[in-house]
């Protein structure tokens, strides 16, 4: 059932959209707290208790099952062998692009340190502590806490200059964990242990911070940050409340990174859009979350934000984007399927009493029970998820999918149809967070299986992030829904984007309209392309229709659809599509105007590597439309159903 929401309405926004991604100084903690009120209100380090650290205090807060498989987990990694980082590995990304070999070495001594600390806390036999001291000291001994790709240029750390990126932050809060669960057996071992741990962290984290914040971009006070910013602040805060005992330096640094976590909301807009898209929200506005609660926890509820509507819409984004089981919106390099994070989705709906979020994350839990948030990063949301296990109501979920969204400030538009097709579709501009240049771009689903797709991202290597972004094919235009003009398709950056768009939502339609001409090359010659993306609800269709005039006759026009079902193309005038279940959807043209050919786009070379596996194993196959009367002005459309 769906949920009995619509609304009609018609939005126009006219000329350059100037309120895309832009700054706006809500500085919501920093005019709400000063540093006095953080100092008042702060619980002093040796009164802080966030979590149990006896068998008999985690035995009242978590179900046996929990504390089996908890101790499973650290059982699993009691013989783990905590590797050094070569220089050699720490080079791979700057001779060869792998981000790889370094990260399965540097991840998993993380994940292993904190699944021993926990199984050691919760049994409290010392059958852990030997090996919780080796990954201590060996993660303590790198020279370099997160991983080659965001350092500059040298594939070596420079052990003189402290950088701070997000997988240093998690360290830092790793270790905090460590010290604050086990340290007494540490100072049994060896009091250097725990002072080694606090030293590493200040030199790492707590002093670059304090120092020189302002050097890192995902720190501006100028240009919207994306999930770097919530993703650290959330680490340092976790690693400054149980490591820090200077108690004015403790507030000190609490503050500053409540000032961090305005710069992300700051940067957000009105509507509390993710450009980033679902699977990165997770490491953006739940981020945002995690700091909040670390907040509530610290100040006994003295320092909250939970009822500012910004922080209300930024948590409905995750489920006003969820497709249909494990398959959410995933535009630009998110991916089109995660199995979402229950537990936290219902401890974030609790804090702000949203109703629609609690039962979405009890919906997650009872069908992802095991799942956890961006591969075992974030450890504080990890643990107060196993604090949360036993309080979440038993009753079942009433969860009813969202049936018509729409973020103004990222231009984005979701609609439900009652035949089960879900379509989504944006403007916005071609300078988004891990941006594709996919202006106009639209997904279609049928009952929760694909049908046209944003095929999403590839592996992370070298490339992915520099220069030459856009030379990889799941970044471009002509990888995505879109037409291709003279054989040209959009360019990267901020300028190249959507203008007078409009927004009908009621109970006829779902439409956004929009003129996507700016996003292209310039040498594509359009003078104008207005792109109108609907959901026909009287009719249960999905319809294109573009309606453009160019500056000369096109040597070619082309237009794109990518799929991952078995298609059909042997009938003039229609695509059949063969969804994996046996749904068959139609796409319907004028094989008058269009000849129709196919491609796979490449599997091969590791940035691509995982679109092998990343649609069930379906390759993404590009459908490709040539017009055959080119003129230099002209409209046309295509329209899909259900059969």
């Known amino acids: 059932m769906l949920k009995p929401f619509t ?18 100084q809500r500085n919501i903690l920093g005019n709400k707290y000063t540093l006095e009120a953080v100092k008042q209100a702060l619980v002093p380090r040796n009164q802080f208790n966030p979590y149990p650290k006896t068998p ?61 600390v926990l199984a050691e806390s919760i049994e409290d036999k ?53 010290d604050y669960f086990t340290g007494e057996k540490l100072d049994r071992i060896n009091k250097l242990i725990r002072r080694r741990i606090y030293h590493e962290t200040n030199q790492r984290l707590f002093i670059p911070m304090l120092k020189n914040p302002d050097r890192y971009g995902w720190m501006s006070k100028k240009t919207a940050v994306n999930n770097w910013n919530p993703w650290i602040m959330s680490n340092w805060m976790t690693a400054t409340l149980l490591l820090e005992k200077d108690e004015a330096r403790r507030a000190e640094s609490l503050h500053a990174a409540m000032l961090g976590l305005d710069l992300y909301l700051n940067g957000l807009g009105e509507d509390g859009g993710c450009d980033e898209g679902p699977s990165y929200w997770f490491a953006a506005g739940a981020c945002v979350f995690d700091g909040l609660e670390l907040l509530d926890e610290a100040t006994q509820g003295k320092v909250t934000i939970y009822n500012e509507p910004l922080i209300q819409k930024m948590a409905s984004y995750v489920y006003k984007t969820h497709i249909a089981n494990d398959y959410f919106v995933n535009f630009a390099d998110a991916d089109p399927k995660l199995k979402p994070d229950g537990i936290m989705l219902y401890r974030f709906g609790q804090k702000i009493n949203d109703p629609q979020l609690k039962q979405f994350g009890k919906w997650a839990v009872e069908k992802y029970p095991t799942a956890v948030s961006n591969n075992g990063f974030h450890r504080m949301r990890k643990i107060q998820n196993l604090l949360t296990v036993k309080s979440i109501d038993p ?14 400030d990222i231009q984005v538009l979701t609609a439900r149809a009652d035949n089960g097709f879900y379509l989504a579709t944006h403007g916005g501009h071609n300078a988004e967070s891990h941006n594709h240049n996919d202006v106009g771009d639209f997904l279609l689903y049928a009952n929760g299986e694909p049908v046209i797709i944003d095929a999403g991202r590839g592996n992370y290597t070298a490339r992915t992030f520099s220069s030459k972004r856009y030379e990889l094919w799941f ?74 005039a160019l500056n000369q006759k096109p040597n070619s026009l082309q237009q794109v659809f990518m799929t991952v079902c078995d298609i059909d193309i042997t009938m003039p005038g229609k695509v059949i599509f063969k969804t994996w279940k046996g749904q068959s959807v139609t796409l ?40 055959k009367a080119l003129t230099q002005k002209g409209k046309y459309g295509f329209t899909i159903g259900m059969n």
């Open 395 to 408: 009753t079942k979920n009433t969860y009813e999918p969202v049936r018509n969204a729409y973020f103004n």
């Open 475 to 548: 970044t471009q235009s002509q990888y995505h829904n879109l037409p291709m003009i003279n054989g040209l398709g959009q360019i990267a950056g901020r300028s190249y984007e959507a203008t007078n768009v409009k927004i009908t939502v009621n109970d006829k339609e779902s439409s956004l309209n929009m003129n996507i001409a700016p996003s292209y090359d310039k040498a594509a010659g359009i003078t104008v392309w207005n792109r109108t993306v609907k959901l026909n609800r009287a009719k249960n269709t999905v319809e294109i229709n573009d309606d453009y």
């Open 126 to 178: 010392g059958r852990f502590t030997e090996a919780i001291l080796n990954g201590i000291w060996s993660i303590c001994e790198e020279s370099f806490w997160g991983v080659p790709a965001h350092i500059i240029g040298t594939g070596l750390p420079n052990v003189e200059d402290n950088i701070v990126d997000l997988f240093a932050a998690e360290t830092a809060a790793v270790l905090a964990f460590a």
């Open 588 to 627: 319907q043209y004028d094989p008058k105007l269009w000849s129709i050919s196919t491609d796979l786009p490449s599997t091969e070379g590791m940035e691509y590597v995982s679109f092998k596996t990343k649609w069930d194993n379906h390759p993404v196959q590009r459908i490709i439309l040539t017009n």
């Open 7 to 24: 609304f009609s309405v018609v939005l126009l926004f006219v000329g350059t959209l100037t309120g895309l991604a832009q700054v706006t």
């Open 56 to 116: 008999a205090e985690w035995k009242a807060a978590l179900p046996d099952s929990v504390i089996a498989h908890t101790l499973k987990a650290g059982e699993d990694v009691l013989n783990y062998k905590f590797e050094p980082i070569s220089a050699t590995l720490s080079l791979d990304f700057v001779r060869s692009g792998d981000r790889e070999r370094h990260s399965k070495i540097s991840f998993g001594k993380r994940n292993a340190l904190i699944d021993l």
